[in-house]
């Protein structure tokens, strides 16, 4: 779902809410309302304007329904959504709105891509849409629509720094998954291009780049993008954990102790990672001749048995 400010700003600018927009119209206050946060009071008088006059456009309902996805309402969001509609079928913001909210709550929805669909044939032009389409179609494992859409969508003009970065990693991803390496890889490094430039820097974007690249052996560039992470985010702990794989490979056991050590300081670790990590130290440690600390670490992997050694 789009953040609250930008969605904010498509709805107070789609065509008929400034219609409404003459004081004191109830459909002017819900929004002035909206925008200050007050979404409780916005869907109260939203609501008894609804009640008592229908709307001739769509604007009101998606208005109201953007209130009640800022209040954690999805179902209440999701019936005024329904209810616009059946008063304006097949509308395409309508559309879009109601397939990104049924996608957000459950990913496999049939009728969320169906929504989603045709909402890019009313408004081929909407670049929004065809990327909303080209996330269902990615988690339902439709890499060739993914495709499509995201190449069509980048051809479109007004897309913002934060919109290019979302839409040629997600390019990249489906690219990989249909053995187009070629383009997924332009794509990856239009991504990393954007990324490097924002103020502030993903690493979990930079991180979907770095398992495309291992995927093809790609060993040199894997870790000049896991330099350029560790350099913006050195906490990132799937990093550390990439750099000291390397060491360890490379036979360096005493970087790829320290290396190890610190992923099992970076937060948010699963135990895999923390396997991992552990894996790397035992090894290490034997090589250094640290008897000891081999044995502590190989203590620990031994105490969770329900986890697979991971490949080195």
Known sequence: MRAAGLRFAILVSLPGLQAFAQPPSPWDRGARLAEEGNYAAAVQTLTSALASSPAPTAAPYLLLSDCYVQMKRPTDAERILRKGLSAHPANPVLELFLGELLMDVQSYSLEAGQLLEHSVRTAPHDPEARHSYARWAHMNLRERIC??????A??????D?????????LLGICSGRIE?????RAAF?????INLRQKTYDPVTAWQYVQFLRRFGEDAEVQSIVGEILERVPEFGLARLERAKYFDREGQPDKAAEAAQLVLQSAGNDLDVERAAHGILARSFTALGETANAAREQAWIEAHPDLETPVR
């Open 147 to 152: 495709v499509a859409q995201e190449k069509a």
């Open 154 to 159: 980048l051809l479109l003009p007004g897309l």
């Open 180 to 184: 187009d390496a070629a383009g997924a």
């Open 161 to 169: 720094d934060v919109t290019l970065l979302e839409m040629n990693t």
């Open 189 to 193: 490094r239009r991504a990393n291009a």
